[in-house]
């Protein structure tokens, strides 16, 4: 509509313009001069606005005013409408900006941006700065991995890019009585964002309730062991009135000893940050497996045992064992009788192994399995207690397995069985030793 209407009057005045360069140079008798002139005229005024126009281009200056009619004014209008929506749009964006980056300042952790390819840093607020000992700007380009000098699991942990999973309770580079997490999140396809958050207080707190429990279950074990002797001493035949009671006095403080053990090797293996490295020789693991699943069953099971893998592993005797015994213990103690154990030790894809025990039991509902491996979780409490169970087994399981960086698959079916597996990375595997001592028990 503007330019149409710029057109139309261009072209009326230059018209008119020189119809009346004619006619004076007509009346002047001097009719091509006055034409010559008249366009000399015009193109001297259009170098003047292309001047002016090429002039407001230059970003620093602005169109003001707008004067006059015609084509050159509706260039000028058309300019000055783009730069004031220009000059709006980039307002608002640094407004928001400053926003976001103030959001980032004033946030309580600690946020750094940093390179995806070599960790280096490239952004981070006055929470990062503290927590972390960091300088602005000198620390801007560093590795953040360097500020956590002897802490080679930083250097691994970044170059894994778990973002999934945060590193916890880490000493924090500035003050290493500040216990720091770190959390790794997807930011752009060249950089992460890293969270800081001072952890100290639930640290301490989870020390607190850590050390709580370690000291109760061992403020009972004595007091159990004398109720336990002086139950002992107590003949039945002697007694035959007590006997049922005495009976049950004793499953349950065997249970309470059962209890307590299991709280104290919990509490054990949550304080340990590594395990022994020992060969683990697998064939006599899986005959001591077998004899412990057959003197649990009592002969009421099939108990089956597969060794497929061919080799062995690397990792805590003790603890893996008590893992695995822990598996088959459920599997023979939640399966009817008449049912099938299997123990398969076998090859995964991608250079790993996995023990799986497989039975023909009750099988555990979907919605149970996502918490069946916190404390004192139980499917059916009473077929639990009824089994001597405690709870705490597959919660061992899952501690023993992460310090030996496997995990733990459980598939289930109700009515129809479970399938409990431990499965260990290719850095576990170890080629098995020819020691021809494949028939012991590593009990
Ligand atoms: P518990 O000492 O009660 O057996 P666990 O931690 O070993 O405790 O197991 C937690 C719960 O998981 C059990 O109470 C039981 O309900 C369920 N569970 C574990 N193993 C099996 C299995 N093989 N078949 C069916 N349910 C199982």
Known sequence: ???????????????????????????????????????????????WRLYRVLRF??????????????????????????????RRRSRRLVRLLRAYRQAATAMPDGALVIHRRDGRLVWFNKTARHLLGLRYPQSLGEPLADFFA??????????????????????????????????????????WMVVVRDVTKLMRLEQVRRDFVANVSHELRTPLTVVHGYLDMIEPEE???????????????????????????????????????????????????????????QGRHEVRVLDEAGCDL??????????????????????????RVTIRFEKVAGGGVRLAVQDTGYGIPEQHLPRITERFYRVSTSRSRESGGTGLGLSIVKHVLSLHQARLDVE????????????????????????????????
């Open 57 to 86: 281009l230059d970003w620093r200056k602005q169109l003001r005013t707008v004067d006059g009619q015609g084509l050159w004014a509706a260039l000028e209008t058309l300019i000055h409408r783009r730069q004031t929506e220009n």
């Open 150 to 191: 002897g802490q080679t699991r930083v250097r691994d942990w970044l170059a894994s890019g778990q973002t999934d999973e945060p590193l916890l309770d880490l000493p924090s580079p500035a003050d290493p009585m500040v216990r720091i997490s770190l959390r790794l999140i997807p930011y752009s396809a060249r950089e």
């Open 239 to 297: 007694h035959p009135e007590l006997a049922v009671m005495v009976e049950e006095m004793r499953r349950q403080s065997q249970r309470m000893t059962q209890l307590v053990e299991d709280l104290l090797t919990l509490s054990r293996l949550e304080a340990q940050e590594s395990l022994p490295e020992e060969p683990l020789a697998m064939a006599p693991m899986l005959v001591t497996l077998r004899r412990e699943a057959e003197a649990l069953s």
């Open 314 to 339: 690397t990792g805590s005797t003790k603890e893996l064992h008590s893992a695995f015994s822990n598996l088959v213990s459920n599997a023979i103690r939640y399966t009817p009788t008449g049912g």
């Open 412 to 443: 289930s079916e109700v009515g129809r069985g479970s399938t409990f597996a431990c499965v260990f990375g290719p850095a576990r595997v170890r080629m098995r030793s020819q020691a021809g001592d494949d028939l012991e028990d590593v009990s």
């Open 1 to 47: 509509m503007l330019l149409r209407l710029a057109w139309r009057q261009s072209l009326i005045r230059l018209l008119l313009f020189y119809a009346f360069a004619l006619g004076l140079g007509l009346a002047l008798g001097e009719p091509w001069w006055a034409l010559g002139l008249a366009t000399l005229a015009l193109a001297a005024r259009a170098y």
